[in-house]
């Protein structure tokens, strides 16, 4: 295929090559950081969801079994609750029903209604 070309054409068929490695690199480059930045911003969603959740641990809280103990971050407000000892508003998901009554710990729950 060379041996046809005149020294002309070569030179800038040598010419061009070069050109489009810089735009190869360019655009392997663009893509890898939009890869890299779509993976930290994923981990740092997934990071601040585990930080919101709600503590299942906690000497003063134990939650229903029956339903879920985090909130659904994909509604944009949370349903807050008042405990019927007291009054204190807390979150939906953390609240404890009883009879008829929200409380908002196992210790409010078992003092009752104020």
Known sequence: MFKKLSWDAKLYLLYLIPTHMKFLVFWAAVIAAIYYFSKKK?????????????PNS????????????????HSSAIIMVECAHCKTHFPNYESIDFMGETFCSVEHKNLGRR
Not at 49 to 54: G, K
Not at 58 to 73: E, I, K, L, V
């Open 42 to 54: 994923k981990n740092t969603l997934q990071s601040s969801q585990s930080q919101r959740q709600a």
């Open 58 to 73: 906690s000497a003063h809280y134990s939650g229903r079994a029956d339903q879920a103990q985090t909130p659904d971050h």
